[in-house]
């Protein structure tokens, strides 16, 4: 059974461009959150998908925005990249049963803004 | 607004020896998650505790929940070399975990 895959594991992008991150759930889930951790730091909720829609939000600009598509994968993207954008971008997918809320997150994607 | 504190944030220790790491939060909730995570990988999931008095071991670790006091602890008994990584606490909300700043520990032979 495979987990949760994220795509790619690396990327280096420069200021003002445009990144997407891939993200398939662990099978059986159907809810995907996604998490920004910066150097030193705990990782910080960016927002939530389920049933293809956005269900929460953290404190993030508008320049993220998500998409979840009919097989729960997830995409994240980030438009006119900043330099404080760069960090380690994880997946978490988890059941949206309240009696089965535990997340396993994928391995993670590191985006260099340079 | 729920927040989560660690602490220490910083801990070096020696192989052999105890000690306990705290994790506060700010507001109610049912669900604490323990993470380790090692440099520039992921997260990995220590513990899941789901009510008041929830007790957890695996190996040298132990982690327990006090939902009453808004604490768990994460116990490491006879340090290992091996231990030595970024543990996170975090705090479900609605299905939205809060982490903690992380406290990163370093176990010196």
């Known amino acids: 059974d495979a987990g949760v895959t994220q795509s790619p594991t690396h990327l280096i992008k420069t200021r003002g461009q445009q990144v997407t991150l891939r993200c398939s759930p662990k099978?059986?889930?159907?809810?995907v959150s996604w998490y920004q951790q910066a150097l030193g730091q705990g990782p910080q909720f960016i927002f939530q998908y389920y049933e293809e829609e956005e269900r929460q939000r953290g404190n993030f600009p508008d320049r993220f925005s998500g998409h979840q598509f009919p097989n729960y994968s997830s995409e994240l993207n980030v438009n006119a990249l900043l330099l404080g954008d760069s960090a380690l971008y994880l997946c978490?997918?988890?059941?949206?049963?309240?009696?089965?809320?535990?997340?396993?997150f994928g391995q993670g994607t590191r985006l260099t803004v340079v | 607004e729920l927040k989560v504190e660690q602490n220490p944030l910083f801990l070096s220790m020696q192989e052999g020896k105890n000690y306990t790491i705290y994790c506060n939060y700010s507001?109610?909730?049912?669900?604490l998650y323990w993470y380790r995570q090692d440099p520039g990988k992921s997260l990995e999931s220590l513990f899941v505790l789901l009510s008041n008095g929830a007790v957890k071991q695996e190996g040298r670790l132990m982690a327990s929940l006090d939902t009453k006091a808004r604490l768990s602890t994460l116990h490491i008994t006879a340090a290992v070399h091996d231990l030595s990584a970024t543990y996170f606490c975090?705090?479900?909300?609605?299905?939205?975990?809060?982490f903690g700043q992380g406290t990163r520990l370093t176990i010196n032979p």
């Open positions: 099978s059986g889930h159907d809810t």
């Open positions: 975090a705090v479900d909300r609605a299905q939205k975990l809060v």
């Open positions: 507001t109610t909730s049912d669900r």
């Open positions: 978490a997918s988890s059941l949206r049963r309240e009696w089965d809320t535990e997340a396993f």
